[in-house]
């Protein structure tokens, strides 16, 4: 059974950083991309990285230039480090992976910024 179980969000200040964690069991672990996803009331959720098995990176939208997505294969885990956050980062994150064309998600973490 395909299990994620995101940690590491909370409330930082305008400008501040956050790292979030993504634990996935019940996968080979380093033969699956993993992204990252967030969403805020009444929106569609949306993608904010993708980290494939060569530790390519794709960044969207605001995350470019201030995320950073990472993988430790060793811990199954996949990072999302967050830097500069502004309030409109303010949204639970996500984690994802696609199993033979089946999606999972963690049950996510929220973030908000504010000061």
């Known amino acids: 059974q395909v299990q994620l179980v995101e940690s590491g969000g909370g409330l930082v200040q305008p400008g501040g950083s956050l790292r979030l964690s993504c634990a996935a069991s019940?996968?080979?672990?380093?033969?699956?991309?993993m992204r990252w996803y967030r969403q805020t009331p009444g929106k569609e959720r949306e993608l904010v990285a993708g980290?494939?098995?060569?530790?390519?990176?794709n960044y969207f939208g605001s995350a470019k230039g201030r995320f950073t997505v990472s993988r430790d294969d060793a811990v199954n885990t996949v990072y999302l480090q967050m830097n500069n956050l502004m309030p409109e980062d303010t949204a639970v994150y996500y984690c994802?992976?696609?199993?033979?064309?089946?999606?999972?998600w963690g049950q996510g973490t929220q973030v908000t910024v504010s000061s």
């Open positions: 980290l494939t098995t060569g530790d390519i990176a």
């Open positions: 994802n992976v696609l199993v033979r064309w089946v999606e999972y």
């Open positions: 019940g996968i080979l672990f380093s033969s699956y991309a």
